[in-house]
Structures are given as structure tokens and as C-alpha cells.
């Protein structure tokens, strides 16, 4: 039987696309599929595809022709192509034209353009839903979204969360809390509530509620002030620590981290404030750990969370601050939430069922390999 080989092809704007193509390309190697992996060289550093067992590909995020002939030239010889992310697809539909190879495509997120860009952004969303084979939508909506842009067959393919390797570790409550207590040590805040968010500073993630909501805590003299700890980096960094200095906000920015499991940990309340998100692997991580979460009923949240969470409307500050302040008031709440959370977690499709899944795709469009 010949061995099948694939393509999967990074725009590089999202780490949780490349976090999963890293996990999806480990998988299929596993079970003898050949695969590439082509995006900014940034990734092979950052993500170690090769340690995988994949090729990377070195290719970068524009639409030149020396880019598209790199991309090009990797197709060749593909028994399948797979684009994570509308950058990626469209380079991909441009790459693939004349060559006989099926396109399947995975929306991990939906575009946050506004105006005029929005409508390009439509317009775009649907060259590409027409033009694969299948398209995989992480949460329903995203599903529902490619349908309507002409999709010819659209899938729910729900992403799992790369296992992280401290999360064993933590399997043992006084391994948590001795972590938790160390955790906090380093940050200087042993007697002070933690509330812990992470994700790329940029409008669409909601800091800027998040912040009204430090300040209501910061007005209601609440005493021990809980700390907000926002880890990530991105164009908002200025603005938000400007805001933070001139109001005098109980919040800090901790910058990119790569401690995230021994942080989230040690928090008290996660916070997930989004406009929209499809499956967030933060909100993943915290109720895998056992950490109460807030987060926005946005996307593909509800579905993610069940009852497992303390649901909030997007760019609502005062649900928002009322929501955290309850659960700091409620230890009963937060252990019942724990509880919630990771028998919430053992519910979700683990990477070796998604492996699996989205090999059957690839052999129901590669039947004759």
C-alpha cells in the first residue's frame, strides 16, 4: 500500500493552529502518513516540526511569486493538501490551481475585520469554502459559517488541547497547591487573589473590559485586592500598561510565558473576556486543572464549557467583576466548578481521536492509496 503523503500548510498568525498542526502531523507520522509542514520559518524554531517527524517547509506568509512557487513546489507530489486558517487557504487554492490534489481546509477562528475589510473578508471566506474539498470548522459556528459561504461539505472537527507536561503532575492535590504556593511566591503575591488570563494582546481578546473590571475592584476597596495576570504579548502591550500605570489598576502584564500550566495553577479565577473564540485552548487548560472559569458566552464557548463555567456577556464589565468577585467569595462555588471543569474535560475528543478522525477524511478523499 502506498504511503499517503500530506501537506498542511500555516499562515503563522495563530499559535493554536500551529500548536495543533505540531500535534496532528506527530499523530499521523505515528501512523505512517508522510507529512510536510510549510509556514514561516519562525514555526520550525518555535514549534520543532521535525521533532514530530514531519518536513518542514520553509515558507513565507505573502503571496509573491517566489512564495507561491515554494508553496508550489511542496505540493507536488501530495496525495492531499490541508490549510489551517484563511491565510493559508487562500495561498493554498492559488498554489493548488491545475494540480489534481484535494484541499481540505480547518477554520480554527473567525476573521474580527470591521468595515470594508469585513466584506473582503466575506468574499474571500467563500473563494475558499467553494474551493475545498471539506471544510473543518472547530465549533459549530464556524461550521454553520462555511455552509454559508458555499462550503460543499462542512464538518465539525473539534480541536484537542496538546496535553500539557505538567498537567500530570498536578494530578495529586498537594503537588497542585505546593506548585500554586510556589507559583505565587514568585510573584510576590502570597495573601492576594489570583485572576489569570493569557492570550495575544489585541482588541478582539476583551482586556480593555477586563481592566473596568480591576477598576470596580480597585473602587469597592476590596481587601485583599485581587491581582489580574495577563500573559501574552502583542500590539495592545502599550496601551494597556499605559492605562494600568495611569489608573493604578491591580492588574499585571507578565508578557509571553512559557510557564502556563505552573501559573494557571496557582490562580484563584480564569478569565477568558473574548469578543469571540472558537475553542479556546486556555479555557481548555483551566478546566482540565481544575480552575474556576469566567468567560464570555461567545462562539463556540458554550458549547466548550457546558455548565462548567460562570458565563458572562462580551464587553460587560460589571457581570464581568460581579462574576470573579462571586466565585472569590464562594469556595464552595470554585470546588464545585473544579469538579465540573475536569469531568467536563474527560468529555472532550482526546488527540488521538482527532488523529483518527481526520485520517479517515483524508482516506475517504485518498481511497485509492
Not at 510536510?36 to 514555526?43: S, Y
Request: glycine share 10%; proline share 5%; aromatic share 4%.
Amino acid at each position: 500500500m502506498t504511503q499517503l503523503r500530506t501537506v498542511q500548510v500555516l499562515g503563522g498568525g495563530s499559535a493554536g493552529s500551529s500548536a495543533h498542526v505540531r500535534s496532528l502531523a506527530s499523530g499521523l507520522v505515528a501512523r505512517g502518513v508522510r507529512v510536510t509542514v510549510c509556514g514561516p520559518a519562525a514555526l520550525e524554531r518555535d514549534y520543532d516540526f521535525p521533532g514530530a517527524g514531519a518536513r518542514f517547509a520553509p515558507v513565507p506568509r505573502r503571496s509573491d511569486p517566489v512564495a507561491m512557487g515554494a508553496l508550489r513546489a511542496a505540493f507536488l507530489g501530495a496525495d492531499l493538501v490541508h490549510a489551517h486558517g484563511l491565510n493559508a487557504a487562500l495561498r493554498a487554492v492559488v498554489a493548488l490551481s491545475g494540480l489534481r490534489v484535494p484541499l481540505v481546509v480547518t477554520w480554527h477562528t473567525r476573521s474580527h475585520a470591521e468595515g470594508t475589510r469585513r466584506h473582503v473578508v466575506r468574499m474571500l471566506e467563500r473563494r475558499v469554502a467553494r474551493a475545498a474539498a471539506v471544510v473543518l470548522g472547530t465549533c459549530s459556528e464556524l461550521v454553520d459559517r462555511a455552509r454559508r459561504r458555499g462550503a460543499r461539505d462542512a464538518r465539525l472537527a473539534p480541536l484537542a488541547a496538546p496535553v500539557s507536561p505538567r498537567r500530570a503532575d498536578y494530578a495529586d492535590g498537594m503537588e497542585g497547591d505546593l506548585a500554586a504556593d510556589k507559583a505565587k511566591a514568585e510573584l510576590g503575591v502570597v495573601d492576594r487573589p489570583l485572576v489569570m488570563t493569557i492570550g495575544s494582546l489585541v482588541p478582539h481578546r476583551g482586556y480593555g473590559t477586563l481592566l473596568d473590571a480591576a477598576g470596580r475592584w480597585r473602587d469597592l476597596g476590596l481587601d485583599p485586592m485581587p491581582l489580574v495576570l495577563i500573559a501574552g504579548e502583542g500590539r495592545e502591550r502599550v496601551e494597556l500598561q499605559r492605562r494600568i500605570d495611569a489608573e493604578g489598576l491591580p492588574v499585571r502584564l507578565l508578557g509571553r510565558r512559557d510557564d502556563i500550566a505552573d501559573l494557571l495553577v496557582a490562580a484563584d479565577v480564569a478569565v477568558l473576556p473574548s469578543r469571540w473564540e472558537a475553542r479556546s485552548l486556555f479555557a481548555q487548560e483551566a478546566l482540565r486543572l481544575g480552575v474556576p472559569l469566567v468567560a464570555t458566552a461567545v462562539g463556540g464557548v458554550p458549547e466548550l464549557v457546558g455548565a462548567a463555567a460562570e458565563l458572562v456577556p462580551y464587553a460587560d464589565a460589571d457581570a464581568l467583576a460581579d462574576a470573579v468577585t462571586g466565585l472569590l467569595d464562594d469556595g464552595a462555588r470554585r470546588a464545585e466548578l473544579a469538579r465540573a471543569g475536569r469531568a467536563q474535560a474527560a468529555t472532550w475528543q482526546t488527540e488521538d481521536e482527532m488523529v483518527a478522525q481526520v485520517l479517515s477524511l483524508y482516506d475517504e478523499l485518498a481511497p485509492t492509496l
